[in-house]
């Protein structure tokens, strides 16, 4: 008998070995469910109890729990909503009442100084007083100049304003006047009439052009008592009702500014009574 190849051995060997390895039944492993906890003995990925992965990591916390913390994070979502809609109506409101408050203070203010800009002033002027029983003549020399001494008070007036930075002017050059309504003749024409009513402008500035002379002026009113040679005039702000509704604040002339004796009317009073 030859004697055995050792090589021919080894790879014998080798071969029982590996059909011994398949040979042998496989044993299968236990494994715990990570979901509900049961231990079961099974090659397959789901857990034969709850048919869940065996590879699937399981949930932090249980339905009811994530339920519960759903609806309290709503909860709290809810009453953070409600806290900011309360706060910033809040805020609103306060914002909304400090708004009308500073409206309010300054529309007094303006009032107050509207007030103050439009109050009469007044001069006497005994030497030139209209004397009924004198000549038509002398008496309407005297009626003009009582509207002369008219112009030069206001003119006085509007530059001691401008002293005080009371107007926004560089400088008053005259004062013109001229009768209340417009296009009527002046009310010192008349002699008929006790009263003259004027409108009158401080001229800041003039220009000419094609022979036509424009005035940019501050506006007065003032009236003519002839009889008595007293002159009355205010400062004017004329609005518009609608300017008086867009207004921050309006103060109506005095009676005595026109020395009307109607009703109030629009931003100021009608002259006479309606008959």
């Given amino acids: 008998m030859s004697e055995q190849d ?21 044993e299968v492993p236990e494994r715990a469910c990570p979901h509900c906890g049961e231990q079961a003995r ?32 709503a909860l709290a979502a809810a009453i953070v909503l409600a806290l900011i ?6 805020q609103a409101h306060d914002n909304d009442v400090s708004a009308r408050a500073r409206r309010a203070a300054a529309a007094s203010a303006e009032r107050t100084r509207l007030a103050r800009e439009q109050r009469p002033h007044h001069a006497l002027v005994g030497a030139l007083r209209d004397d009924a029983g004198a000549p038509p003549a002398d008496r309407l020399d005297r009626r003009r100049a009582l509207v002369e001494r008219l112009e030069a008070s206001i003119t006085d007036d509007a530059r001691g304003r401008v002293a005080r930075h009371e107007l926004r002017a560089r400088a008053i050059l005259a004062t ?27 001229a800041v500035e003039t220009a000419s052009n094609a022979g036509i002379t424009s005035t940019l002026g501050v506006p007065f009113v003032g009236t003519i008592d002839f009889a008595a040679g007293r002159l009355t005039w205010c400062k004017d702000n004329p609005a518009s009702a609608s300017d008086v509704k867009q207004a921050l604040a309006f103060v109506r002339l005095a009676r005595e500014c026109t020395a009307a004796r109607g009703p109030a009317f629009g931003s100021g009073y009608l002259i006479e009574p309606r008959g």
């Fill in 6 to 26: 050792p090589w021919e051995a080894i790879r014998a060997r080798a071969r029982e070995n590996v059909r011994e390895i398949f040979a042998r039944a496989p």
């Fill in 42 to 73: 099974t090659r397959g990925e789901h857990c034969p109890a709850c048919g869940r992965s065996y590879f699937v990591k399981p949930d932090r916390f249980s339905v009811r729990t994530r339920r519960i913390l759903q609806a309290v994070g």
């Fill in 85 to 90: 809609v309360v706060v910033l109506s809040h």
């Fill in 176 to 202: 013109h006047c001229h009768a209340l309504g417009n296009g009527a003749r002046g009310d010192e024409l008349d002699l008929r009439k006790a009263l003259g009513r004027y409108s009158c402008e401080a």
